[in-house]
């Protein structure tokens, strides 16, 4: 999938949203903004589980890291947007060999052909050697990461949630990842925090924000992208 967004030529019209008995204003707000992002059409027109899809293929387009026989790890990989793309762009559903494994707290269903997943918590201990396992212990080309807290709307509350999300993929990353592997991890506005940061310039060769086009301009996210892994000793 290129990541060439058409909103099919559809004509622009607005749906509203009215609250119920049994639905508040923030959900019925959430309801209308659903039912008219061109995103969430698009997807739905393109076959892809969610408008995040998009996301990818437009860090993808920037950054050429999905190619053919790259192995992938997909961590926060419900409801499967990230997955179908990376299964399209490395054609492992063409025999290219790519291993591709996701894991969530939630179920992926129907299940994503081409690819490996596990129904659980990335944060429980046991979770990296399960994904190791799916990737028959064969080194990772890419790690990646559209993991997020639930927000409280305490803006640094949840910042600090976000960071500490990333960090233990990025630890994760260390681990599994070849020379030359990507990282890249979803975080909120105001960025990488620089301890953090300044972990990932000492492990890869380049590291740079990116926000795609395809996140809502109103949305706090943002990514982190290192590529170029030199290896893992502190």
């Known amino acids: ?22 639905r508040s204003k923030s959900s019925a707000k959430w309801l209308e903004r659903q039912l008219n992002d061109p995103y969430v059409k698009q997807a739905k027109r393109d076959g892809y589980r969610s408008r995040a899809a998009y996301k990818l293929a437009e860090l993808d387009d920037k950054l050429a890291i999905l190619k053919p026989g790259v192995n992938v790890v997909d961590l926060g990989a419900a409801p499967g947007g990230w997955l179908q793309v990376a299964v399209e762009r490395t054609k492992a559903a063409e025999g290219s060999k790519s291993i591709i494994v996701g894991i969530d ?3 992926i269903t129907p299940d994503i ?25 064969k080194p990772v080309d890419i790690v990646m990461s559209d993991m997020a807290p639930n927000t409280s709307g305490h803006t640094p509350t949840d910042h600090l949630r976000i960071m500490a999300l990333c960090e233990m993929g990025f630890d994760f990353a260390l681990e599994v990842l070849k020379p030359n592997g990507v990282f890249l991890a979803k975080t909120f506005q105001g960025g990488t925090e620089n301890i953090l940061l300044n972990r990932m310039k000492k492990h ?6 990116i926000k795609p086009k395809a996140s809502r301009a109103d949305s706090a996210e943002m990514y982190v992208v290192a590529t170029g892994f030199k290896g893992n000793a502190e």
């Open 204 to 209: 890869f060769k380049t590291v740079k924000h």
């Open 105 to 107: 707290l939630l179920a």
């Open 1 to 22: 999938m290129a990541n060439k967004f058409i909103d099919g030529g559809s004509r622009n019209v607005h749906t509203r949203v009215k609250t119920a008995k049994d």
């Open 113 to 137: 052909p081409h690819t490996r997943f596990i129904q659980g918590d990335f944060t429980a201990d046991d979770a990296p050697d399960k994904l190791r396992e799916l990737m028959e212990n």
